[in-house]
């Protein structure tokens, strides 16, 4: 490999891929009470069964995002051993990981003049970055500079198309994402609220369907009407611990498309303290977002 590639634990990727690929996790931290807890540690799985518990319970999660210091070791110890490093960071729209990471990389250029750093805002979260960042590395394994990798990100990353619906609207009321009145009467009726990434990054409320079954269903219709080629592509779906509701999206993805390259994966506590359990997300290239 000719160089590394660092991204964050909001990538939400599994310890399969990270391993397959070779990649450098930087870990956000969540706190439940007093004790504080690492999103990501090397080899290890947390137990998320248990933490969408507590998240239904009510538990007030809150969130970090990256150690400089961390962050500056892990830069500094991959150019001390002569390699150049592309990171692909969480959106600067929902965390400061992003602006920590370019921090600390400035100041190495200095120290590592002879080295190439490139540090990418992915406008991305969860397993949206995380294709983003597979994306990137199979361009690597195919060849690819760092020059051109990165160009082929920067070039990209605004057709990674986010949809995603959440089962409870208390949480992305508690994260300000909708009003208490709209939480309230949404959950009353039955509401689910179908939202997107945008191109800055930031989450959007985009509609809304009667009912749960509905909503998944919209998300596949979005695919249809935004995806490139969809039956040729790699297709990542993220879950706050609800897989038989990512698993039915996919089943109707390979029935319009026949696609076999689906990842379901559950969404880091980090980004599930905001989006909250029963949250089902899907990933894809599109024309726009």
């Given at each position: 490999m000719n160089f590394e590639i660092v991204t964050d634990?909001?990538?939400?990727?599994?310890?399969?891929?990270?391993?397959?690929?070779?990649?450098?996790?930087?870990?956000?931290?969540?706190?439940?009470?007093?004790?504080?807890?690492?999103?990501?540690?090397?080899?290890?799985?947390?137990?998320?069964?248990?933490?969408?518990?507590?998240?239904?319970?009510?538990?007030?999660?809150?969130?970090?995002?990256?150690?400089?210091?961390?962050?500056?070791?892990?830069?500094?110890?991959?150019?001390?051993?002569?390699?150049?490093?592309?990171?692909?960071?969480?959106?600067s729209a929902l965390s400061g990981t992003y602006e920590t990471a370019e921090r600390a990389m400035n100041e190495l250029r200095e120290k590592y003049p002879e080295r190439k750093m490139y540090c990418v805002d992915t406008l991305s979260a969860s397993l949206g970055q995380g294709l983003l960042v597979t994306y990137a590395a199979k361009k690597?394994?195919?060849?690819?500079?760092?020059?051109?990798?990165?160009?082929?990100?920067?070039?990209?990353?605004?057709?990674?198309?986010?949809?995603?619906?959440?089962?409870?609207?208390?949480?992305?009321?508690?994260?300000?994402?909708?009003?208490?009145?709209?939480?309230?009467?949404?959950?009353m009726l039955g509401i689910k609220p179908v939202l997107h990434m945008d191109d800055e990054g930031r989450l959007i409320h985009v509609t809304k369907a009667r009912g749960r079954r509905a909503s998944l269903d919209m998300l596949v219709r979005k695919m249809e009407e935004l995806a490139i080629e969809p039956e040729k592509q790699t297709i990542y779906i993220s879950h706050g611990d609800c897989v038989e509701d990512a698993e039915y999206v996919a089943g109707l993805i390979r029935d319009k498309w026949g696609n076999r390259d689906i990842l379901i994966h559950y969404v880091d506590p980090v980004i599930g303290a905001h989006s909250g359990p029963g949250t089902v997300a899907l990933f894809f290239m599109g024309v726009h977002r």
């Open positions: 634990s909001s990538a939400n990727l599994t310890n399969e891929l990270i391993d397959r690929y070779g990649l450098h996790i930087l870990s956000l931290r969540f706190l439940v009470g007093d004790r504080e807890y690492y999103s990501y540690v090397k080899g290890e799985e947390n137990d998320l069964k248990k933490f969408y518990a507590m998240m239904r319970s009510k538990e007030n999660v809150k969130t970090s995002h990256i150690s400089p210091a961390l962050c500056t070791e892990l830069f500094e110890g991959l150019l001390r051993e002569g390699k150049d490093v592309l990171f692909l960071g969480f959106s690597r394994e195919e060849g690819l500079s760092i020059d051109e990798t990165y160009r082929w990100v920067m070039d990209n990353r605004l057709h990674l198309c986010h949809w995603f619906t959440v089962d409870d609207l208390f949480f992305l009321k508690r994260g300000g994402r909708v009003n208490a009145a709209t939480a309230i009467l949404g959950s």
